[in-house]
């Protein structure tokens, strides 16, 4: 307990809101202010919410969506994500800060019993939404995530994600978000049980 009195207030209330999105999902109010996908993330949005929840609202929308939800819900939090991150970020380092921010807030979901820990990944997402080159890379280092082009144009080592998809591990919304935070500019999915639609008549 005493380790949470370094962390300051918000820390505390991304905190909150994340654990209650989580555990409940975002509210009604909420979701239509922060995920409507037909407002611009630097206009009327600005004025709703800073734009560190909004960052921590599409990640969690995201995650939240690769466990529940149409396919069509999942497409459209995966372009709030990237309206977020490529259009609304404050930087030139906007790619690489994305990756990160997805990166830590993985961890912050998978760390839901340790609020300590919890507290010091908001923290950390806190910093890296201002896009500081240095501490992105210094982030990249510690989640053993190489640095990629900005312009987006690099040779990553493979261009397929081999995955047991129809096993049930994960969908196709999930794939592509890892593959964005490795670097992977092309994914291929492969399923072991595809038939040809006239066999299964």
Do not use: C
């Not at 819900?73 to 970020?89: F, G, K, Y």
């Amino acid at each position: 307990m005493f380790g949470t009195l370094f962390f300051d207030k918000q820390d505390r209330e991304l905190l909150r809101m994340i654990n209650e999105t989580i555990d409940h999902g975002p509210t009604q109010d909420l979701e239509h202010k922060v995920f409507d996908a037909n407002l611009h993330p630097h206009g009327i949005l600005e004025l709703t919410t800073t734009h560190e929840y909004r960052m921590a609202h599409a990640v969690i929308n995201l995650l939240g969506n690769l466990e529940e939800g149409r396919a069509a819900d999942r497409l459209m939090a995966l372009r709030i994500l990237q309206d977020e991150v490529l259009h609304s970020a404050r930087t030139t380092f906007r790619y690489n800060t994305g990756r990160v921010l997805l990166q830590i807030m993985k961890e912050i979901v998978r760390s839901r019993q340790d609020e300590l820990a919890q507290l010091q990944l908001v923290h950390d997402f806190r910093k890296v939404t201002s896009g500081n080159p240095r501490l992105v890379r210094h982030f990249l280092n510690t989640y053993h995530l190489l640095e990629m082009p900005e312009e987006w144009n690099q040779l990553t080592l493979d261009h397929h994600v081999h995955d047991a998809n129809t096993k049930g591990r994960k969908n196709p919304t999930h794939l592509i978000m890892d593959a964005w935070i490795k670097g992977i500019r092309y994914l291929t999915v492969i399923y072991y049980n595809y038939v040809e639609p006239a066999a299964a008549r």
